[in-house]
């Protein structure tokens, strides 16, 4: 089993940078892949941002420029930098973890997800 807990979510204005967090435990492994994805209301889930164990980042076209995923294997927790963020950015945003070794955040097939945290960008 893989825990994962987020942080970093909040409030803020169009234009405006958030930091979200996604610290992993349990039997997490060494060669995993993470991700960040993301579901407003009504809407499916979409990913967004993944990261594999050599670092190798992927990033939807909708935020590519703006959001820039990294980790720390040592602890291991993944980040999600957001910048510019628009009223468009604003749904729950879950971290994701896939004991498969993906190369993109469109193959990945998450084992376990965290419970979500709310970005809310006001314009």
């Known amino acids: 089993q893989v825990q994962l807990v987020e942080s970093g979510g909040g409030s803020v204005q169009a234009g405006g940078s958030l930091r979200l967090s996604c610290a992993a435990s349990?039997?997490?492994?060494?060669?995993?892949?993470m991700g960040w994805f993301r579901q407003a209301p009504g809407k499916e889930r979409e990913g967004v941002a993944g990261?594999?164990?050599?670092?190798?980042?992927s990033y939807a076209d909708s935020v590519k420029g703006r959001l820039a995923i990294s980790r720390d294997n040592a602890k291991p927790t993944v980040y999600l930098q957001m910048n510019s963020l628009n009223p468009e950015d604003t749904p729950m945003y879950y971290c994701?973890?896939?004991?498969?070794?993906?190369?993109?955040?469109?193959?990945?097939?998450?084992?376990?997800w965290g419970q979500g945290t709310q970005v809310t960008v006001s314009s």
């Open positions: 994701a973890f896939d004991r498969a070794l993906r190369t993109t955040i469109a193959t990945m097939r998450p084992n376990y």
């Open positions: 349990g039997n997490t492994g060494r060669n995993y892949y």
């Open positions: 990261i594999g164990s050599s670092g190798w980042t």
